[in-house]
C-alpha cells in the first residue's frame, strides 16, 4: 500500500478548505447582502474576505474561478442594486475582472497553446489591438479603460478559457451553469409577480435624484414592471437566459424530458421578460438545434427545414415592422430603428472609431451626451472603427464554423450561444453588460474546447467518445468528424 507525498496531501486539503470557504461565503455572506440583514459598515468586509478566497481559490484551481464567475454573474446587477454607489459596489463589481485577470495568468502557466485555434487568436487580437489603438482618441485614461473594459475585455476569456479546461470541468461547469439559471429563473418569475413593490424594493422607484425613469422595464402603455431580476433589465436578462438554454440542450447525457423539464422556468423567465430579442434568439436557437438534429438523420430535411424558417421568420419579421412603423404605437422598436439609422452615417464619418468609453449607455458615466446606437455590432464601429467591427463578425462566423464542423453537441454549443444572442448583438448594446458578455463568451468557449480536445484526441489515435456526440453517431463516426 502506498502513501501519498505529504507535500501533496497538504496541497489537496488547503484545495479542499479554500472550496469549503468559498462556499460557505456563497452560500451565506452573498444571501446576507441581497436580502439586506447586512449593515453598510459589514459589507464591505464581507466582499473583501470573499474576494480574497475567490482570488486564492483562481490561482490554486482556476476552474474554481470560472465556477466563481458562473455563479455570480446572474446576481451581480441585484447585489449592485442593493449596494447602492459605493466602494462596496465597485469592489464587487470588479471581482469578476480579477478572476479574468487571474484566469490569464493561469493560462499562461499552463502553456496548452495547442487548445487554442490560431484563427480565434488571431482575430481577438485583431480586435483587441485596434481597440486599444482607438482609446488613444479617447477623452482620457480612465474613459478609456472603461470603454475597454466593459466592450472588449470579454473576449480575452476566448484566449484562456480553453486552455484550462478538460472534458470533467466542461461538465462541471455547464451543470453548474444549469443549476443557477434555474435559480436565477425562479428569481425572475417571482420578483415578477411583486410588480411595482419590487422596484421600490431594490430602489429603482421612486426614480433617485438625478436619474431617468427606468422606461426599459416596463412595455408601451402597461404598467406592470417587465420579469428582469436578478440582472439589471429585462433585455440582457433574456438573452443570458437564452445563452444558458443552449447549453441545457447541449447536454445529451440528459434525457429529453430533463431537459425539457430544465427549460420550463428558463423560458418563462425569457417569456415574462417581453423581451423581442430574446424571444426571437429562442427561436432561433430551437431553430439551430432543431436543423442540426435533422441534418444528423435527414440531410435534405435539414435543408428545407432551415428554408422553410427563414422564408416564414422573414414574412412574420417584415410584417409586424411594416405594422408597427405604419401605426407608430411602439416608441422601442421606433428607437432601435432611428439609432441605427442615425449610426451608420456618423460610423463611415469615423471609419477609425471615435474612441473608446463615448459610445452606448455605459459612456454616460464620463459623458452627458455619448453616441447613443442600438446594436452591440456599430458600438464596435463606431468605438474602435470599422475593421474592428468586420473582425468581430469573422470571429462570430468562424466560431459557428468550428462548432459545426466538430459534429458533437457540446462543440455545437459555441455556434448555438452566437445564433441564440445574434438579434440582441444586432439591434441592442446588451454586451456592455458584463453578465451577459461573459457569459455568451464563457460557453462559447467551452464549445471551443470541448473541438478542440476531440480534434487532439483524433490526432493522438485515441479513442475518444465525448458525452455530447450525436445521438445516433457511432463514436468512429464521431472521432473522424472531430478531425475535420
Given at each position: ?356 468609453g463615448s459610445v452606448g449607455p455605459r459612456a454616460y458615466r464620463y459623458l452627458e451626451t455619448p453616441y447613443h446606437v442600438e446594436s452591440f455590432w456599430l458600438l464596435i464601429a463606431l468605438e474602435s472603427g470599422i475593421l474592428a467591427m468586420l473582425a468581430f463578425v469573422a470571429l462570430l462566423v468562424r466560431i459557428c464554423i468550428i462548432g459545426i464542423r466538430a459534429n458533437t453537441s457540446m462543440a455545437f454549443l459555441a455556434p448555438a450561444a452566437v445564433f441564440g444572442s445574434l438579434v440582441s448583438q444586432l439591434v441592442l448594446p446588451t454586451l456592455q453588460e458584463g453578465a451577459v458578455s461573459f457569459t455568451l463568451w464563457i460557453v462559447v468557449s467551452l464549445g471551443l ?36
Amino acid at each position: 500500500m502506498t502513501t501519498a507525498p505529504p507535500v501533496a496531501a497538504i496541497g489537496r486539503m488547503s484545495r479542499r478548505a479554500v472550496m469549503v470557504a468559498s462556499i460557505a461565503f456563497a452560500n451565506v455572506a452573498v444571501p446576507l447582502i441581497v436580502v439586506g440583514f447586512l449593515t453598510a459598515d459589514a459589507i464591505l468586509p464581507i466582499i473583501a474576505i470573499g474576494g480574497v478566497l475567490l482570488i486564492i481559490a483562481t490561482l490554486m484551481a482556476p476552474t474554481l474561478g470560472i465556477l466563481a464567475l458562473v455563479v455570480m454573474l446572474p446576481f451581480n446587477g441585484l447585489i449592485s442594486q442593493l449596494l447602492g454607489r459605493g466602494l462596496a459596489a465597485t469592489g464587487f463589481g470588479a471581482l469578476k475582472d480579477v478572476i479574468l485577470v487571474l484566469l490569464v495568468v493561469a493560462a499562461l502557466r499552463h502553456g496548452r497553446w495547442k487548445r487554442i485555434r490560431v484563427d480565434i487568436a488571431v482575430l481577438v487580437g485583431i480586435i483587441l489591438t485596434l481597440s486599444l489603438i482607438s482609446g488613444l482618441w479617447a477623452e482620457g485614461l480612465q474613459q478609456g479603460a472603461y470603454g475597454w473594459r466593459n466592450d472588449f475585455e470579454p473576449l480575452l476569456l476566448l484566449l484562456c478559457v480553453p486552455v484550462l479546461l478538460d472534458e470533467t470541468s466542461i461538465r462541471r461547469i455547464t451543470t453548474t451553469m444549469v443549476v443557477v439559471v434555474q435559480v436565477s429563473a425562479a428569481v425572475s418569475v417571482a420578483t415578477w409577480s411583486l410588480g411595482l413593490p419590487w422596484l421600490r424594493m431594490i430602489g429603482r422607484l421612486p426614480v433617485p435624484p438625478g436619474e431617468d425613469f427606468p422606461s426599459s422595464l416596463f412595455t408601451a402603455g402597461n404598467n406592470w414592471p417587465r420579469a428582469f431580476s436578478p440582472y439589471v433589465a429585462p433585455n440582457e436578462m433574456a438573452v443570458a437566459v437564452v445563452i444558458i438554454v443552449a447549453v441545457i440542450w447541449s447536454r445529451r447525457d440528459w434525457g429529453i424530458r430533463t431537459r425539457i423539464l430544465l427549460s420550463v422556468l428558463p423560458t418563462a423567465a425569457i417569456i415574462l421578460s417581453s423581451s423581442r430579442s430574446g424571444q426571437i434568439g429562442l427561436a432561433l436557437l430551437a431553430i439551430a438545434l432543431i436543423t442540426r438534429w435533422l441534418h444528423n438523420r435527414r440531410p435534405a430535411f435539414a435543408i428545407g427545414f432551415l428554408g422553410a424558417s427563414a422564408l416564414g421568420g422573414l414574412t412574420v419579421a417584415a410584417l409586424y415592422i411594416a405594422r408597427q412603423l405604419a401605426t407608430r404605437i411602439d416608441p422601442s422598436l421606433l428607437g432601435h430603428a432611428s439609432s441605427i439609422q442615425d449610426a451608420i452615417p456618423t460610423m463611415l464619418g469615423h471609419p477609425l472609431g471615435v474612441g473608446l468609453g463615448s459610445v452606448g449607455p455605459r459612456a454616460y458615466r464620463y459623458l452627458e451626451t455619448p453616441y447613443h446606437v442600438e446594436s452591440f455590432w456599430l458600438l464596435i464601429a463606431l468605438e474602435s472603427g470599422i475593421l474592428a467591427m468586420l473582425a468581430f463578425v469573422a470571429l462570430l462566423v468562424r466560431i459557428c464554423i468550428i462548432g459545426i464542423r466538430a459534429n458533437t453537441s457540446m462543440a455545437f454549443l459555441a455556434p448555438a450561444a452566437v445564433f441564440g444572442s445574434l438579434v440582441s448583438q444586432l439591434v441592442l448594446p446588451t454586451l456592455q453588460e458584463g453578465a451577459v458578455s461573459f457569459t455568451l463568451w464563457i460557453v462559447v468557449s467551452l464549445g471551443l474546447a470541448t473541438a478542440a480536445q476531440g480534434k487532439s484526441h483524433t490526432t493522438r489515435g485515441d479513442t475518444h467518445i465525448d458525452y455530447g456526440t450525436a445521438e445516433g453517431e457511432s463514436p468512429a463516426k464521431s472521432s473522424s468528424a472531430n478531425a475535420v
